[in-house]
């Protein structure tokens, strides 16, 4: 990779630059900006986007995605992928589902269920440090074998009985706010994860290594184990998104977030999180996930039919893979 | 580096400290009983059967699929029974038929959008509920049909034929065409589907009477309503069972796949096919001996009556109770039964001599 010395790999935070930054003209900046003037337009145009009930909707359903793109951002920026996400969270609702039926504590359930996405998330680590396979090839391996146990563990049936309050904290309201209940968690993870990326020793060797994972390790970066803890939090956050889309839907069936995996990498992509790893920003991504939920809503209560949503979804991020390459071409002295 | 790592799984363990912390310990036993003691969520209000029919009413159909042969008839058939009354009709949808979310989505659409009655046939029986129970406190009607909710998420539910008749019959088709004897299979949808699965269950009980004692039922397999999918389960059936005499299949898509299959294959008129599939689908299966008979409903009555109870409902003619009754146009008068359940009718059964009679 040609441009791979500005994304010094460090260990240690010298004050280095920043790896996603060039010169002005940022995509996810332009990601940012098409979210606020999408909103703006939405607020003053839309019938019945505007209103706290639509909002809140709109962010409760947009958090799963919103959740995972936070490792997956990591993950991605250090040159791996992990499309089994979708298949931890049905997994991680599965278990729940199965284990509430046979009448065990819903707290103690919900540590098993990150202890199983942990387990899950290793899994894929291993695979992928160990023995060294491309994690694409890897991760659309377990997505099939997640999947596949959590329909063995719960088979046909839905469970839908989970006591109240835990359901009124998935799919509740911050005393009839615009606020989902259950944003406030998401915040504190979203914090932690932009001052970890962005502001920590350990953020920039996830940039190195996904610049060139042979320069960080003649760098003294520990390779493998940045992508081992990248994967195993990926996997616990995804098997803790199961057990919040298992109280959001008040349903845990073994086929709950079916293709969630598309939504993440597509919203983490179109947020400008560079494929080939090394760079990208939380914020962008996040921005990608905003984006793509609130088009999605607006679309719809515009009466935009959903074969055409699909069509404006994919258009838009093939221009996501395509915007971050034009831009740098047309910036190549900031490079 | 290791300092920032615990950082990455502080945040992570951030995540279940607040979501734990929402709330006190609880087991499944301990809120069975706080909901068996909890009031039935349903029906307020009384219902005045000679109450003028609402105009300016719009009333939102919501199939499990857009795009779906099946969906498209019954929701024609909504549209049809609401441009007679002079109401306003629209449908939306999810492209995939697993999406619930998407479905929850398109609730909380209807609902910004001031419909006056949800017409949805649910993906999935809990997960729409709770934005249903919204719809239903913000004034708009909820009728189910073809797939239910849970009783309490819903006015009323607009049955396309009791699951026992169906799952019944198909057995006894099916035991009619082999002489009661041989080795049967069931291709299904997605092993989660609701409506399946009653029938299923049906079935199942239909095998024990001492007339089935010589019919087996050797696998029930899931084609996921996916046509491919069924397509291939078919021959892994038949690779599986060679003894296999009969399979039934309880879902349009599978008996059109499993058709097409037996057609090309060297099973065609040794291995007979039953299930629900609608005529066009069947009509070349059935003038070339591949099928003798199947059933169904007529998914455009089916459409037409969820449309007239949403607009019974709407115009405060109903309100989902058992034992009050309406009238759904030409159609003529529907009785409510138990919770809420309102049924169109016993299945057509079509075979060579009726089967160009019907075009849907």
New interface residues.
Partial sequence: MADSTDTAPA?AGAGLRRPALFGTLRWDAVVGALLVVLLGISFSTV???G?A??IS?LIG?TL?VA?IA??MTMLVASGEIDLSVGSTVGLSGAVMGAL????????AI??IC?LLGLVCGLINALLVTKLGLPSLAVTIGTMALYRGVA?IVL?????????????D?G?GRLGGSFLP??V???L??AA??V??LHA????R?VFAVGASAEAAWFAG??VK??KL??FV?TG??SS?TG??WVLH???A???????LELSVVAAVLLGGVDFDGGRGTLGGAIAGVFLLGTL??VM??A?V???SQ?VVTGVLLTVSVLGPRVARQLLPSTR | ?R???S??????G???????S???????????K??SSAPAATQSGSADPSAPIKKGLTVGFLPKQ??NPYFNISDAGGNTALTSLGESY?E?????A?????Q???V??L????VSAIAVSAQ????L???LK?AMSAGIKVVTYDSDT?PGCRQAFVSQASSEDLGRSEVDLLGKELNYTGQIAILSA????TNQ?AWIGFMQDELKKPQFANMKLVKIAYGNDDAQMSFQQTQGLLQQYPDLKGIISPTTVGIKAAAQYLDGSQYKGKVLLTGLGTPNDMRSYVQDGTVKAFELWDPGKLGQLAAYTAVALASGQITGAQGQSFTAGPMGNFTIGAQGVITLGAPTVFDSSNISQFNF
């Fill in positions: 260990t019938d019945g986007f209103n009930l639509n909707f359903n799963p959740a936070l490792p509430w039926n046979h009448g065990m504590n819903i707290n919900i540590v990150a329909q088979g046909s049936n839905s469970v839908t009985d989970f006591p109240q309050n835990y359901l904290f799919s209940t259950a406030l968690p998401w504190v993870l932690l994860a001052v970890v920590t020793g350990f953020g060797s970066v520990r184990r940045v803890s990248l939090t616990l956050v803790l057990v919040f839907y008040a349903s069936t073994y086929s709950n977030a079916t293709g999605q809503n719809s209560l009466d039919s959903a074969q699909t | 580096m300092k920032a790592t950082f990455a799984a502080l945040a992570a951030g995540l279940l400290a607040v979501s734990m929402a709330c006190g310990g609880a087991t499944k036993s301990s809120t069975d706080a909901a857009v795009n629209k939306v949808g999810t492209t995939s697993t999406d619930t979310a998407g929850v989505s398109y909380n659409t609902m910004q959008q001031h999935d029986p809990g997960a509920c709770t934005s919204q849970d997605a092993q989660t589907a699965n």
